[in-house]
């Protein structure tokens, strides 16, 4: 067998989430992290949560077809059912958003100590996802 070179991957650059009403979800998600938006049609919008980072929220059902690109084709995806993400938040900022969760009236749902000490903050958004935010040190 020849030798295949492993190449590395830098970051997660997307995470996505399905949604029944954009407009809700986009206003949560814009309220929650005031982060700009990149783009928005009817079919989804793209948040810049960091440097790094964009989550997409794509209208339920409306991504079943590929999107054709003047650059390409995006395959055709979609979910179903409560999904779940984590945003990464530093040690020092934890009070502040529970503090920030409180005053937006965002339940949380779970408060979670890792045996690392970390700590994660469980939601959920208009979707019934489950986001949570946690601090470093969950998967060391």
Avoid at 43 to 55: K, M, S, T
Avoid at 68 to 97: K, N, Q, R, T, Y
Wanted: proline share 7%.
């Amino acid at each position: 067998m020849p030798f295949v070179m492993n190449p590395a991957v830098t970051h997660l650059a997307e995470s996505a989430l399905y949604v029944d009403d954009l407009p809700q979800s986009l206003a949560f998600y814009r309220r929650l992290f005031d982060v700009p938006i990149l783009r928005e049609d009817e079919r989804f919008a793209a948040l810049r949560i960091n440097a790094d980072q964009v989550l997409l929220l794509f209208r339920r059902g409306a991504s079943l077809q590929p999107s054709i690109l003047s650059g390409g084709i995006v395959p055709s995806h979609d979910g179903s059912g409560p999904l779940h993400v984590c945003f990464g938040i530093s040690e020092d900022d934890l009070e502040a958003w529970e503090t920030k969760l409180e005053t937006l009236d965002i339940a949380v749902e779970s408060r979670v100590r890792w045996p690392s000490g970390a700590v994660s903050l469980y939601f959920r958004d208009p979707d019934d996802h489950a986001v949570e935010l946690a601090t470093p040190g969950v998967w060391d």
